[in-house]
């Protein structure tokens, strides 16, 4: 069991920075992937990054490359995700998720093979 818990959000504007943080309890964290998704009123949850359990490998969406940063610190329970160059598109609630990983280098964009997920956070960025 897996228990997640978003920080960070808040109002920013256009070209500020943001990191949110997932810290999560239980003592495997380090063997779970982690992936950060957000979600906007009338949209589907989509994938924005994921780093694997060994922080070897990591995924983006197009659209936050080059701007946005999944990290992990195991020792610490933790995963971030600083967001650089924020955009008025990016306003949605984040969520962070874990997935057991079968391997040290495996991440998924797939929503439906995470199985653990934190309650979310609001960023809201103005023009």
């Known amino acids: 069991q897996v228990q997640l818990a978003e920080s960070g959000g808040g109002l920013v504007q256009a070209g500020d920075s943001l990191r949110l943080s997932c810290a999560a309890s239980?003592?495997?964290?380090?063997?779970?992937?982690m992936g950060w998704f957000r979600q906007v009123p009338g949209k589907e949850r989509e994938f924005v990054a994921g780093?694997?359990?060994?922080?070897?490998?990591?995924y983006y969406e197009d659209s936050v490359k080059g701007r946005f940063t999944i990290s992990r610190d195991n020792a610490k329970n933790t995963a971030y995700l600083q967001m650089n160059s924020l955009k008025p598109e990016d306003t949605a609630v984040y969520y962070c998720?874990?997935?057991?990983?079968?391997?040290?280098?495996?991440?998924?964009?797939?929503?439906?093979?995470?199985?653990?997920w934190g309650q979310g956070t609001q960023v809201t960025v103005s023009s």
């Open positions: 239980g003592r495997t964290f380090s063997y779970y992937a």
């Open positions: 998720a874990a997935l057991w990983g079968r391997h040290r280098d495996y991440v998924s964009r797939l929503r439906h093979e995470y199985t653990y």
């Open positions: 780093v694997s359990w060994g922080g070897g490998t990591t």
